[in-house]
C-alpha cells in the first residue's frame, strides 16, 4: 500500500494491482459520533447524490452511472470507535473490458467530482422535496435494520450497555432526526459547508493506476474539497452509563436471539492486543472455536454461536440464536466456556486452529478491494497502523499462555434477551 | 485436458475429465492470494422422488440439506476438525438443484483439497448423529421462519408452483426432518453423490497437476448408475396471484413474481435466456428507470428495492422485491409500466442496459469466489462459463423484446407480501 497526502490534506492510500476487472475508490469524512449530528451526516451522502446540480436529479445521476457500464457509487455509513465515518465507494468497469473506446475512469470520476462539489442548492438551502424523499429513504433503512433479528439483539445489547456515550450512537442516524421540521433544508445546508470544511478526508483507490497519476487526478478533480487535521484514536468503550445484567425484551419471533456484552480494555493500540485477538477467535470466532464446539456442535442449542471483537474499543459481543426453553442453557454454556478459556484449559490443536483461521481470513481480504480500504480505515485510528501481513506477523508471535492471560480481560456487563410472545412449542 | 481461453477477459479454464468420472475444472488466477475449492452435486431440495434401479423413492422434504450437514462427519471425527489444522475456511450449500462444498485457503491449499475430497467422498451416517443433528437443523429452520425476507420469497414460490417441488423449503419442517433416518440418507447418497453427477472446480493461483493428484489419490472409478428424477409436470397457470404472512418486520415486505413457463433451456440457450431476463429487469427497473425513480421520488419504494431472475432445474421466477406500504399499488404500477414498453421504442434504454449487464457478468471475474459458483451454475445447466459473456455478440433489441413478451404476462404473476404483526 502506497499513502500520499494531498495538498487539500485528504489522505490517499493505493494498493497497485492489475488483478480485478474493475477500479474501486473510496472518500470518507470522518467526524466524531455526536448525538444529533448523526443523523445529518448519514442524510448528506444521499442528499448529495440525489441532488447534484449538472444532473438535476438522481434519475439522471443513476443513467449517468448507468451509462458508464453500470458503474456503482455507494453511500457507505459506518462507525469506527467514537468516530463516524461516511462517504462514498465507487466501483467501475476498467476501460480495456468496454465495448468501445471508453474512457470509463474519467468519466466516473467527474460523476463523483460532481456530486460532492456541486449540490443544488437555492439561498443557502438544499431542495426542500429531494431532502424529504431522501430523508424517507433514510427512516426506512433505519428501521428495517431491525428486520434482521440477529443484528437487532447485537444492536440492542450494544446500545443498553454503552449508553449515554458515543459508541451508542448508530451511524445511520435516529429516526427523530428526519422528521419535516427537523435538519431542514437551511440547516442541512449549512451543514454541508460544515462537514466539507471541518472534516478529516480519507481516499482508498484499488486498481492499475500508480498513486502518482491518482493524486494528480484528484487533485485536479476534487482540489477544492479540504481535509482538517485530526486526531484519530482509539480507547476503550465507555460502559459507564450503561446497563449491567440482564435485559428482556418481547417481539413475535419464532426462535430467540441471546446477545452478550463483554468489556476488556484492551484496544489495537495495547500490547496485548494480537493476543486478545486469538483469545476471541479461540472463544468465538468460527467452527474451531469453543462456542462453536460447545454450545452448537455438543449441545445442539443452536444453528450459530459467535463472538466478535472490536478492536478499537474491546467491546465482545457474543450471539446466538436458541429456543425460549433453553436461554439460560446456552447462557450459562457460554459462561463456562469462557471459564474454561480463562482457566487456560485450551489445546495446542485449538490454538493452532484459531490462529491458522484468523491467518487464513486476512489474507482472504487482500482479494477483496473492499476488504482492504475497510482494514486500512480501522487501522488509521491506531498510533501504528499495520498493513495486512505486519499484522499477521504479529499473530504469528502470540503464545497460547499470552492469549490465555488476554483472556481474563473478558467481563461481562449485559445481556439482552430477546424472546417470542406465546409459548413456542416444537 | 481442454483448455479455454476468452481474450476478451484475459481468463481461461482447464477441463479434466478425471478417470474416475469426476470433471475436475481449474481456473487460474495469478497473484491472488486466496483460492477457492467448490465440490459439487447436482443434486438439491427439488430433487425429492426419483427412480434407482428400477427402484422408485420419495423422500422426506429437507433431506438434501440434512445430508449435506452429516456428510462432515466421518468415523474419525468431523471434517471441521481437518480444517482446523489447515485453517481453510470451510462451508456448504444446499439450494434447489445442487450441493456444493466448499473451501476458501491461502495457505495449505492441497492439504484443505485433500480434506475435501476425502470426507466428500466418504459418508458416514449413524442413528446417534441423525438425532443429533435434528436440534441443530431444527433451530436453522427456525432462524429462517423469522426471516422476511426468506419467508416472502418462498411464499411467493407457493403462490407460483402448485406441485413444483421449488415451492418446498430447502431445509424441510422440523416434522419432515424427523422422518429422516441414515438409511435414507445413504439412499439420497449413493444415488446421486456419484462421480459422473458432480464437479470439482478449483479457481486460484493452483498448479492443476497438483489438483488432480488429490483426485488420484482418493477417488476410485464410479460406476454409471441408471437414475431417473422423477418431476412433475409444470403447471402452464399459477396457484393464486396473491400471498400474505404476517411477521416481526418494520414495514411491509414483497416480491413480485413471473413465473416462466416456457420449456426449460439448457446449455447456451439457458444463459442467452437468463441475460436477456437480467437486461430487461434492468431496462424496467434498474436505477435510472422511469419506473423505479418515479416510484422513489413518491415514496413508494426505497433503496432496497431490487430485481433478480432466479431459475435452475425445473424452474424461473422473475421478481421484483423491496419494501413498500403499498405493494400491491407497486404491482400496479408495475404491469402499467409493462404495458407502455411494449408499445414504445426501448432502444437507447436497450443498449445502455446491455452495457450494465455485461459489466455485471465481467465483474464477476474479480473474485474466486463468485468464479467457482458462476462455473458451477452454468455446468449443470450444460453451458459453459465464458458464454455469460460471449453471449451478448447473440443478443439484440428484438430477441429481448421477444423474450419480454414471453416472460411478463399478467396472468402468471403473483404478490408475496409480508406485513408487520401488529
Redesign the interface.
Known amino acids: 500500500m502506497a499513502v500520499k497526502t494531498l495538498s487539500n490534506g485528504i489522505v490517499l492510500r493505493t494498493v497497485h494491482t492489475d488483478r480485478f476487472k474493475t477500479d474501486y475508490l473510496t472518500l470518507t469524512w470522518v467526524r466524531p459520533m455526536t448525538d444529533r449530528e448523526n443523523t445529518k451526516n448519514a442524510l448528506l451522502p444521499y442528499v448529495l447524490k440525489a441532488g447534484c446540480a449538472p444532473y438535476g436529479s438522481l434519475k439522471q445521476l443513476n443513467i449517468a452511472l448507468k451509462e458508464n457500464y453500470g458503474a456503482t457509487l455507494a453511500c457507505v455509513l459506518r462507525k469506527r470507535g467514537n468516530y463516524q465515518c461516511f462517504g462514498y465507494a465507487m466501483s467501475f468497469l476498467k476501460d480495456e473490458y468496454a465495448f468501445q473506446g471508453d474512457c470509463i475512469s474519467d468519466k466516473c470520476l467527474e460523476i463523483l467530482s460532481n456530486v460532492v462539489l456541486s449540490p443544488i442548492q437555492k439561498n443557502g438551502a438544499f431542495d426542500a422535496d429531494i431532502l424529504r424523499v431522501e430523508k424517507n429513504n433514510l427512516k426506512e433503512k433505519i428501521e428495517s435494520r431491525s428486520n434482521d433479528k440477529i443484528v437487532y439483539g447485537i444492536d440492542r445489547c450494544s446500545a443498553l450497555m454503552c449508553k449515554g456515550s458515543p459508541f451508542a450512537l448508530s451511524e445511520l442516524g435516529e429516526v427523530e432526526g428526519l422528521t419535516e421540521d427537523v435538519n431542514t433544508p437551511d440547516i442541512m445546508f449549512q451543514h454541508y459547508r460544515k462537514v466539507m470544511e471541518s472534516s478529516h478526508v480519507e481516499a482508498f483507490y484499488v486498481g492499475s493506476v500508480d498513486i502518482d497519476q491518482v493524486a494528480q487526478k484528484l487533485e485536479e478533480k476534487l482540489g477544492e474539497l479540504h481535509s482538517a487535521e485530526m486526531s484519530l484514536t482509539a480507547g476503550a468503550v465507555d460502559v459507564s452509563g450503561g446497563e449491567k445484567g440482564t435485559i428482556t425484551e418481547t417481539l413475535p419471533v419464532n426462535q430467540c436471539k441471546l446477545t452478550m456484552g463483554f468489556t476488556t480494555g484492551v484496544t489495537v493500540d495495547d500490547a496485548q492486543y494480537p493476543a486478545m485477538v486469538m483469545a476471541n477467535m479461540i472463544f468465538g470466532g468460527g467452527p474451531t472455536s469453543k462456542l462453536f464446539m460447545n454450545v452448537r456442535e455438543k449441545l445442539s442449542l443452536c444453528y450459530y454461536a459467535a463472538a466478535r471483537y472490536n478492536k478499537l474499543n474491546g467491546q465482545v459481543l457474543v450471539y446466538s440464536g436458541v429456543q425460549a426453553e433453553n436461554v439460560q442453557k446456552a447462557e450459562d454454556e457460554i459462561k463456562n466456556q469462557l471459564t474454561q478459556l480463562q482457566q487456560g484449559n485450551v489445546t495446542d490443536e485449538e490454538f493452532e486452529a484459531a490462529r491458522k483461521s484468523v491467518v487464513n481470513a486476512l489474507r482472504a481480504s487482500q482479494d477483496s478491494p473492499s476488504s482492504l480500504e475497510d482494514f486500512g480505515l480501522s487501522e488509521q485510528f491506531g498510533k501504528h497502523p499495520r498493513t495486512v501481513e505486519q499484522f499477521i506477523d504479529q499473530l504469528l508471535q502470540v503464545t497460547k499462555e499470552e492469549a490465555v492471560r488476554a483472556s481474563a480481560n473478558m467481563q461481562l456487563h449485559t445481556i439482552h434477551v430477546l424472546k417470542g410472545e406465546g409459548g413456542e412449542d416444537e | 485436458m481442454n483448455k479455454i481461453e476468452n481474450k ?2 484475459g481468463e481461461t479454464i482447464l477441463e479434466y475429465d478425471h478417470a474416475s468420472g469426476l470433471k475436475v475444472v481449474v481456473i487460474p ?1 495469478s ?4 483460492t477457492y475449492a467448490m465440490f459439487a452435486t447436482n443434486f438439491g431440495s427439488v430433487d425429492n422422488c426419483f427412480r434407482l434401479n428400477g427402484d422408485q423413492k420419495r423422500v422426506p422434504d429437507g433431506i438434501a440439506h440434512f445430508l449435506e450437514h452429516k456428510l462432515f462427519d466421518n468415523e474419525d471425527g ?1 471434517a ?2 481437518k ?8 462451508n456448504a450449500f444446499t439450494s434447489f438443484d445442487k450441493t456444493a462444498y466448499l473451501f ?5 491449499v492441497m492439504e484443505s483439497l485433500d480434506i475435501l475430497v476425502d470426507f466428500v467422498t466418504h459418508p458416514y451416517f449413524t442413528k446417534e448423529s441423525v438425532e ?2 435434528q ?6 429452520i ?2 429462517y ?5 426468506w419467508r416472502v420469497q418462498f411464499n411467493l414460490l407457493k403462490a407460483l408452483y402448485e406441485h413444483n417441488p421449488v415451492a418446498i423449503d430447502i431445509a424441510g419442517t ?1 416434522e419432515s426432518i424427523s422422518h429422516i433416518t441414515h438409511e435414507t440418507l445413504y439412499d439420497c447418497y449413493n444415488t446421486f453423490y456419484n462421480l459422473h453427477n458432480m464437479v470439482l472446480c478449483v479457481v486460484g493461483d493452483v498448479k492443476p497437476e497438483e489438483v488432480l493428484a488429490v483426485c488420484d489419490r482418493h477417488l476410485k472409478p464410479a460406476p454409471k448408475l441408471d437414475v431417473q428424477r422423477i418431476i412433475q409436470p409444470d403447471e402452464k397457470t399459477i396457484v393464486q396471484d396473491y400471498i400474505e404472512q ?6 411491509p ?1 414483497f416480491q413480485i413474481g413471473f413465473k416462466d413457463t416456457s420449456d426449460c433451456f439448457t446449455g447456451r440457450e439457458y444463459i442467452r435466456r437468463e441475460i436477456e431476463i437480467n437486461i430487461l429487469l ?1 431496462m424496467i427497473a ?3 428507470s422511469d419506473f423505479f ?1 418515479r416510484l ?2 413518491q ?1 413508494l419504494l ?3 428495492f431490487g430485481t433478480e431472475y432466479m431459475s435452475g432445474r425445473g424452474f424461473g421466477v422473475t421478481m421484483f422485491a423491496g ?1 413498500s406500504q403499498n405493494p400491491e399499488q407497486v404491482r400496479d404500477e408495475l404491469l402499467s409500466e409493462l404495458d407502455r414498453l411494449g408499445v414504445s421504442d426501448n432502444r437507447a434504454l436497450y443498449e ?2 446491455r ?6 457478468c ?2 464477476q ?4 469466489d463468485e468464479i467457482a459458483h458462476a462455473y458451477i451454475g452454468c455446468y449443470f445447466m450444460g453451458a459453459s462459463l465464458f458464454d455469460m459473456v460471449d453471449i451478448f455478440d447473440d443478443i439484440t433489441y428484438e430477441s429481448v423484446m421477444d423474450t419480454f413478451r414471453q416472460v411478463f404476462c399478467r396472468d402468471k404473476m403473483a404478490l408475496s407480501v409480508v406485513r408487520p ?1 401488529d
Open positions: 476478451r477477459l488466477k497473484g491472488y492470494a486466496n468431523n471441521f476438525e480444517y482446523a489444522k489447515t485453517g481453510a475456511s470451510a476458501s485457503a491461502a495457505d495449505h443429533k443433528e436440534g441443530i437443523i431444527g433451530q436453522e427456525r432462524m421462519d423469522d426471516d422476511g425476507e422440523v404476517k411477521l416481526s418486520v418494520a414495514a415486505l434492468e434498474g436505477r435510472g425513480e422513489y421520488q415514496g426505497n433503496s432496497q419494501e445502455r442496459s452495457r450494465v449487464v455485461y459489466a455485471t465481467v465483474r471475474f474479480n473474485a474466486v404483526a
